[in-house]
């Protein structure tokens, strides 16, 4: 790592309607160095790494870059600098292909001035097989690749600007072990080029294992900057949150199931798509099933064809003991059942909305005055009671949902279901790009509707948290449901074993 510093950012400040979004930061980031910038959502870092970028510009303090105090004007005048950001949430355009997505804004053109497809096609393969990963076409529209290939393609459109500062912001959270890895090996090939790394990730053991510095952010203000060998990961959350906590719920699991009735039964359940093939499961009141398994093996799809939101080709789903048929999401809601989805701004949240309405969004028919129409003292009510148990940190109700941090976004769907009182909850990676103590407020939540009776499913990449959370564990691979697994008989190399168990492998087995 070089000494020399390519970024200086001074006493930088910003502020926003009701918010201070940063108070004075200072730190500065060397060349070849890969700098982790950590703190809870809300914390500030994705307002600084706007400003370096271009998107945002900062009301006091000044960038020096290069030596130079720089004012970038818009994110191109950034690029040209030699800045680029993968940001947390994807901003490719789906409707074109990944050569279009990488080269949009800058594509190269021939002599007569058009577009030279064949060169953008080339340059894109060379950009996809530096990262190595050369199987996607760079003619596929990005609306027919998965969320990792989605994130991975971000990730060549940022170095294919060949970027002496690169920033990212959470560039692990849409992908899987091996994905994971690749980018680290990535990430070490450019600062060996000289090229510095801001790195954001709420994944901790992340920091430690690729970071040289790293800044703490707290409440918009810059807490601590230092060399990764002198903090510890628990220091490091001690920094973020300014207390010590317990980061999980100490769950009481479930041990005898002898005289359980199950709440939910889904039988031989396949989806249109080819998805989810022939999966069968009981969910029993107050359990906590974890659903696990690799990227693209049908969780997802298994959650939403139960709960109406995606096609069904055969299978039969019974609610306490009774079949039932669930033809759309509105079914599913008569039915008791809630869902989480894993697209927070895709999925779930209205943007454009303030925080109460999108607390009240399935719970409107509960808020109807006597002419049908909706109470707005009670709605505000009922809203605020909701923000206070879940301590969701907005300035007001009437807030824009779409200006609070990814947690407090997360907490808002969270209290939507809540306030519905359901009986089933299906919650689709409910810590996805979450801070540790949003994170611990999410188990704790999980455990409290686990005591009141409440059937959840928890889908979730993250092993330690699945482990950690659930009764027993459900894993998938490729569609069908390849083990369930005791909270007492779980640990991390069973659970691996069945993600990766191919059919193969299984025929072979009732072979022998």
């Known amino acids: 790592m070089s000494e020399e510093v390519i970024c200086k950012i001074d006493h930088i400040s910003k502020r926003f309607p009701g918010v201070l979004a940063l108070d004075k930061v200072s730190f500065d980031v060397k060349k070849g160095e890969v700098h982790a910038v950590v703190g809870e959502n809300g914390a500030g870092k994705s307002t600084l790494m706007n400003i370096l970028s271009g998107v945002y510009h900062a009301d006091e303090g000044k960038i020096q870059w290069d030596g130079k105090v720089t004012l970038f004007h818009q994110p191109k005048e950034a690029q040209q600098a030699g800045i680029a950001m993968i940001h947390q949430e994807l901003s490719l355009s789906p409707h074109m292909t990944a050569m279009e997505n990488v080269f949009e804004g800058r594509m190269p053109k021939t002599k007569m001035g058009l577009i030279d497809r064949k060169k953008m096609f080339d340059d894109c393969r060379r950009c996809l097989e530096r990262l190595g990963v050369s199987h996607i076409n760079p003619k596929t529209l990005v609306k027919n690749l998965s969320i990792s290939e989605m994130q991975l393609l971000e990730i060549s459109k940022a170095i294919s600007l060949s970027a002496r500062l690169l920033i990212m912001d959470e560039p692990t959270s849409a992908l899987s072990a091996g994905e994971t890895a690749l980018l680290h090996k990535i990430v070490d090939n450019l600062r060996k080029e000289g090229v510095a790394i801001l790195y954001i ?33 628990q220091e490091m959350i001690h920094l973020m949150v300014g207390r010590d906590f317990d980061q999980e719920a100490h769950r009481r699991f479930i041990t005898d199931y002898g005289d359980r009735k199950p709440v939910l039964e889904v039988r031989n359940l396949c989806d249109i798509a080819g998805k989810v093939r022939d999966v069968s499961f009981a969910l029993y009141a107050g359990e906590v099933l974890g659903l696990t398994g690799l990227v693209g093996a049908g969780r997802s799809e298994l959650l939403q064809s139960v709960f109406g939101a995606h096609r069904v080709q055969s299978g039969q789903i019974f609610v306490n003991g009774k079949e039932v048929k669930i033809r759309n999401t509105r079914d599913a809601i008569r039915l008791g059942m809630g869902m989480i989805p894993e697209g927070r701004k895709i999925q779930g949240t209205f943007l454009k909305m303030s925080v109460a309405d999108n607390m009240i969004m399935v719970y409107l028919k ?147």
Not at 443 to 449: F, M, N, P, Q, T
Not at 482 to 509: C, F, P, W
């Open 201 to 233: 990730s709420h994944k901790l053991g992340e920091i430690m294992a690729i970071a040289d510095r790293i800044t703490v952010f707290r409440d918009g203000r810059h807490i601590a900057t230092r060399p990764k060998t002198e903090m510890s990961e």
């Open 366 to 512: 509960n808020l109807r005055g006597a002419l049908k129409l909706i109470d707005k003292g009670k709605s505000k009510k009922v809203a605020g009671e909701y923000a206070g148990k879940l301590a969701i940190k907005t300035p007001s109700l009437n807030q824009i949902v779409n200006h609070l941090s990814g947690g407090n976004q997360q907490k808002t769907i969270v209290a939507r279901w809540l306030m519905n009182d359901p009986k089933i909850l299906f919650m689709d990676e409910p810590t996805h790009g979450i801070d540790v103590g949003a994170k611990s407020e999410i188990y704790h939540i999980i455990d409290d509707l686990s005591k009141m009776g409440v059937a959840v499913i928890l889908l979730s990449s993250e092993l330690p948290e699945v482990l950690s959370m659930c009764d027993r564990i459900m894993v998938m691979h490729h569609g069908a449901l390849k083990g369930i697994l005791r909270h007492d008989e779980a640990n991390q190399m069973k659970v691996m074993s069945y993600m990766l168990k191919s059919t193969g492998e299984e025929a072979a087995e009732e072979t022998a």
